[in-house]
């Protein structure tokens, strides 16, 4: 816990500006999001394995919900050899 010495007149400009810093620090991080500056991360082997497999088993199998079809990349992840690495 902090304690904050002064008169409340200087207690409450701390306050406000600490108010002021969030409420910027906010902005900056919605416009991050909104202008997609944002910079994204590689994707992990089993991520472009899903990319690849799901498409062709939604094709085997196009009337199997999308859970069951993850299952099913998941066991054949595991399967293969890099799935199969600790």
């Known amino acids: 816990m902090v304690k904050i010495e002064g008169s409340i007149e200087e207690i409450r400009e701390l306050i406000g500006d600490v ?8 902005k900056v991080s919605k416009q991050t999001i909104t202008t997609g500056k944002k910079v994204k991360r590689k994707l992990t082997d089993y991520q472009r394995f899903l990319k690849r497999e799901l498409p062709k088993l939604k094709k085997k199998f196009p009337r199997t919900p999308q859970p ?5 990349a998941a066991k054949m992840w595991k399967a293969s050899k890099r799935g199969g690495k600790k």
């Not at 108010?19 to 906010?26: C, I, N, P, S």
């Not at 069951?68 to 099913?72: A, E, G, N």
């Open 19 to 26: 108010k002021r810093t969030v409420k910027r620090a906010k």
């Open 68 to 72: 069951s079809l993850m299952k099913k």
